[in-house]
């Protein structure tokens, strides 16, 4: 009788191993859900002077007077500032993005800076959500600190003005 037992006993736990008994075998163990991939908010902005329209900064034309939308080369103390300059975008000191100036273009000509109009150089960094601050880097210009929300409003640009 016990030798029966014994058998019954071991068939019951060859049964158990092999899912028999669902209720008697651990739970198979799953990996944590990955985690989400930030969102990304590409970014517009311009790095920009006011360039005196008595120097020659339209490019290709001399002295002429510069109209809006003419390209301008950034001269006269702001030769670092040109087409490919490197823009980095960091986060909790990681570079999340660098951007490059794409070439100057004459602005409106203000009323309240006569003689004077603005150079601009656009750039698009790609912005990733997941940060509390971000900051901009324009080299040796100097850099700026926005939150996530400053940097990723509508219709809000990274515009960096550079004063000599």
Not at 79 to 108: P, R
Request: aromatic residues 10%; proline residues 8%.
């Amino acid at each position: 009788m016990v030798r029966l037992f014994c058998v019954l006993f071991l068939a019951g736990l060859g049964l158990a191993a092999c899912g028999g008994d669902e209720a008697a075998s651990p739970a198979t163990p799953t990996l944590p859900p990955a985690a989400s991939t930030p969102v990304t908010f590409a970014v517009e902005g311009s790095v920009t002077f006011w360039a005196a329209v008595n120097e020659p900064l339209v490019a290709g034309s001399g002295f002429s007077y510069p109209r809006p939308g003419q390209p301008c080369l950034a001269l006269s103390g702001y030769g670092d500032i040109a087409t490919g300059m490197e823009v980095k975008l960091t986060a909790d000191g990681q570079v999340l993005d660098v951007g490059h100036l794409t070439a100057g273009v004459y602005g409106d000509k203000p009323t309240s800076l006569v003689g004077k109009m603005a150079c601009r150089f656009p750039f698009t960094l790609t912005v990733p959500s997941g940060h509390k601050f971000y900051t901009v880097d324009f080299g040796k210009r100097g850099s700026k600190t926005y939150s996530f929300e400053e940097i990723t409003m509508p219709g809000r640009g990274l515009d960096f003005e550079v004063r000599k």
